[in-house]
């Protein structure tokens, strides 16, 4: 008697990608922001915006085009990471809307600029631009580790971006803009994210020799000078852009990157701590000789004691008493008096009138949501198999996580201010564009590393095993 067995190779169970969670979310994300929309409306006028629906049909145009790449070209990357910039990106319209409708808002700028020209409609292009770059990274990046072989050009390039703002003049105190065309590019918010290619390169090289080479003095674990090297180049520039530049928010994303990155190729806390004394020995010494920064941590410092002599702490101490006229729970969509910061409220203020006008309990859940896309980063970076991955991952995920903070914390009066746009939230199409791009690295870097593993190829020999018994 024979009896044959078949026996074949069993391949790996697909792993769920999820695609449909991030459809609901992107499905509640756009809700919450034409709810906005709405709500500002009635409260402004006692009706619904001529304008909802146009706004509703382009946020579900721009978030259906970049669920579908995602869902086509990243099917495994992360769910919430496309939704809550989403979020984040409808909020920021509604937002700049309501500012736009404020007579003083528009007073000013006619007194300034000569004429009025609303910025919503100028963000809504600014966004669709985003989510094409962001659908174009998706396409053609089709591996984050392509971008390794580029470590120095990207070095090259991010220099390039950072000093061409000194050859054009200043705009509100600092040298961080360029003018082409009639439009206004702020090549730092590119800059941060190429800046960390070279810095997720470099590291993973020297990452040893910065890990394992050093010498303890006081508790602490200090590299040697040639290791030294890279750090004190990174600090000078640093400085040198807050010098010629006038930029202390640049300057604390661009350093501040370096030394996370740094910390976590290396694992050293002492690098963390040399860090911040560098940067903070940096800014105390230019603080004391630039005229633009010691205005503003003058004004940092006592925030209504210019009110009294030049008004130059105006912007900040109105930022203040509108957090504090919020409360717990606000004054509601469209009832706030934001716009007395002046031109800068739908800019670097513009987390002022989410204080005042959604209260204690908004502000947290903005921030919220400005956390998990950074608690969703990380956790990108956790799950990367490669090193240049984790570490250009968790470069991208700090760099948002700064900006935010020192925005945010200009904003409440706990730092200086820096003159830097909330990403998503504040009007401005470069920072916008950007962050559609570091969304977009993200979300490839999270598919590679969700993706299942491939099936082992079928062996010949066992697809068919005979087996004769007697």
């Keep these: 008697m024979s009896v044959v067995t078949n026996t074949t190779t069993i391949g790996a169970i697909d792993a769920p990608s999820r695609r449909n969670t991030e459809l609901m979310m992107m499905v509640f994300a756009i809700a919450i922001s034409v709810f906005a929309y709405a709500n500002v409306g009635l409260a402004m006028d006692g009706k619904l915006p001529s304008g909802m629906f146009g706004y509703g049909a382009g946020l579900v145009l721009l978030g259906g085009v970049a669920h579908l790449v995602v869902r086509k070209f990243a099917r495994y990357a992360d769910p919430l990471l496309l939704p809550l910039a989403t979020l984040l990106n409808g909020l920021g319209l509604v937002l700049i809307w309501r500012l736009d409708q404020s ?10 600029y000569g004429v009025f020209t609303p910025s919503a409609p100028r963000q809504l292009m600014y966004s669709a631009v985003g989510v094409a770059l962001f659908v174009g ?18 070095m090259v390039a991010a220099l390039f971006l950072l000093i061409l703002p000194m050859f054009f003049p200043a705009k509100f105190g600092a040298k961080i803009w360029i003018n082409i065309a009639g439009f ?32 303890r003095f006081m508790g602490l674990y200090l590299p040697r000078g040639r290791d030294l090297g890279p750090i004190l180049v990174i600090w000078a520039l640093s400085i040198l852009i807050l010098v010629f530049e006038t930029d202390l928010g640049t300057s604390l994303l661009f350093f501040g990157l370096f030394v996370i990155m740094l910390y976590v190729a290396t694992e050293r806390t002492s690098w963390i701590v040399f860090g911040l004394l560098m940067s903070a020995a940096g800014a105390v010494g230019v603080a004391s000789f630039e005229p633009h920064v010691e205005a503003r941590v003058n004004a940092w410092k006592d925030p209504f004691k210019c009110f009294q002599t030049d008004g130059s702490c105006e912007q900040i101490g109105n930022a203040i008493m ?11 969509w469209g009832q706030g008096h934001s716009d007395l910061i002046g031109f800068a409220a739908n800019a670097d203020f513009i987390l002022s009138t989410v204080g005042e006008e959604l209260g204690l309990a908004g502000m947290m859940a903005v921030l919220l949501v400005y956390g998990l896309i950074v608690e969703r980063g990380v956790r990108t970076a956790l799950a990367a198999r490669d090193p240049f991955g984790k570490l250009l991952a968790i470069g991208l995920s700090g760099a948002f996580a700064i900006q935010v903070f020192v925005v945010a914390g200009g904003v409440m009066g706990l730092i200086p201010l820096t003159g830097m746009t909330m990403p998503f939230l504040a009007a401005g199409g470069s920072s916008v564009i950007a962050n559609w791009a570091l969304i977009g690295i993200l979300i490839r870097i999270s598919d590679t590393a969700r993706r299942p593993a491939p099936a082992p190829a079928p062996s010949t020999d066992a697809e068919m095993t005979q087996v004769v018994r007697p």
Excluded: W
């Design 184 to 215: 206004s590019i702020q090549p730092g918010e590119f800059a941060k994210i190429i800046i960390a290619v070279f810095f997720a390169g470099y590291l993973m090289v020297k990452r040893d020799a910065l890990a394992l080479a050093s010498r």
């Design 322 to 332: 509108s957090f504090g006229s919020g409360g717990t729970l606000g004054t509601g």
């Design 137 to 154: 990274v998706l396409l053609l990046l089709k591996d984050h580790r392509i971008l390794q072989r580029y470590t120095y050009i990207s």
């Design 103 to 112: 007579p003083k808002l528009i007073r000013d700028a006619e007194n300034y």
